[in-house]
């Protein structure tokens, strides 16, 4: 079965974001003065192919770990689509 | 009213995605031979006062339009959450 898997990477809490700060800056110079807390990372998405959909997000999960995360300064999540 | 913003934001389906194809190519040469098309973009989230969760939607798409994605070669997607 094919899954897509939809991944997001973002900075951990708490530490430094400059293009977060830079969009945030940004919107309120738009006019989006209620904009506020915004932080930038990497959408990744990809296709896995894999017995079930446990298997595939036990598969993306290793990914991420291993390729697609930075484990000292990122957080990542998941989301396992039957495609 | 508080709500979360979490934006995708993908390179448009057909163009070239290099930093996807690179992703791609070392998840095959790390053992994930199951893996495939794989697109990189962007995650942004933000916080926004707004009286309802459709006015920080309506508000978190004119972000996105006049800042977060470029319209001719990106395409996004918007999640809203009460905070």
Known sequence: MRFRILVRVMPRAGL???EGQAVERALVELGFREAG?????????????AGSA?????????MCERLLANPVTEDFSLEVIAA
Chains 1, 2 share one sequence.
């Open 16 to 18: 430094l974001d400059p």
């Open 37 to 49: 807390e915004a932080r930038v990372g990497r959408a990744i998405e990809l296709t896995i192919e």
């Open 54 to 62: 446990e298997d595939a997000g036990r598969q993306a999960q290793s």
